[in-house]
């Protein structure tokens, strides 16, 4: 089955510097996403992404987020001056074609620990 | 009030009863409706999708539908200790983006 792959699965990061979290989407998928969930909370809409660009965020994803395809496959999600409060499960999500009636793959996650 | 709003639980069953999960949201323009499940420390992974009023069953799991009432629930029948885990509803009003409650919390003991 096909799967939607993060890296790295634990990052662990000094306040104030840079992460990036790259996620491999599903192939033949075209809509992206990144959503985050804080220990104990639910999971929480960042951005999502279509034809190379942002179609929609949230207020969370500010100046300090930004994505990015670098290439055909790989996803990123870049966090600058990273802050304690950044500490949560990052998750990259798919769906084939962004629709209302498609459900999403997530990926593993992404554990970001800022010290 | 919240947009998407689930049983705050936990809800504790025993193997073989039905676990009836509920999920009421804020939107009345949503338009799809889906139920994650998430072990802990893992990701979220869809077990049910329903988009028109009514039930829909797959297997063990009954999503059922009622936009009149802006609620939607997930029955498992035949509980397995398998099937303890944090049980997602998510609803989409725009295109393509989820949002989700804060779950419920289902223990299935032997």
């Known amino acids: 089955e096909p799967e939607v792959t993060q890296t790295p699965s634990h990052q662990v990061t000094q306040m104030g510097q840079e992460v990036i979290l790259r996620c491999v989407p599903i192939?033949?998928?075209?809509?992206f996403y990144w959503y985050r969930q804080i220990l104990g909370q639910k999971v929480e809409f960042l951005v999502s992404f279509y034809n190379n660009e942002i179609s929609e965020k949230s207020e969370i994803f500010d100046d300090q987020f930004s994505v990015e395809r670098p290439d055909g496959s790989n996803f990123t999600l870049k966090i600058r001056s990273t802050k304690l409060e950044d500490s949560a499960m990052y998750f990259c999500?798919?769906?084939?074609?962004?629709?209302?009636?498609?459900?999403?793959?997530f990926g593993s996650g992404t554990r970001l620990t800022v010290v | 009030q919240k947009e998407v709003e689930q049983n705050s639980g936990p809800l504790s069953v025993p193997e073989g009863a039905i676990a009836s999960l509920n999920c009421t949201y804020s939107?009345?323009?949503?338009?799809?409706f889906f139920w994650y499940r998430q072990y802990s420390g893992k990701s979220p992974e869809l077990i049910m999708s329903?988009?028109?009023?009514g039930d829909k069953e797959d297997g063990r799991f009954t999503a059922q539908l009622n936009k009149a009432s802006q609620y939607v629930s997930l029955l498992i029948r035949d509980s397995q200790p398998s099937d303890s885990a944090t049980y997602l509803c998510a609803v989409n009003t725009n295109a393509g983006k989820s949002t989700f409650g804060d779950g419920t919390t289902l223990t299935v003991k032997p």
């Open positions: 329903i988009y028109s009023n």
């Open positions: 192939s033949n998928h075209l809509y």
């Open positions: 999500a798919s769906n084939p074609s962004g629709g209302q009636y498609y459900g999403y793959t």
């Open positions: 939107d009345r323009g949503s338009q799809s």
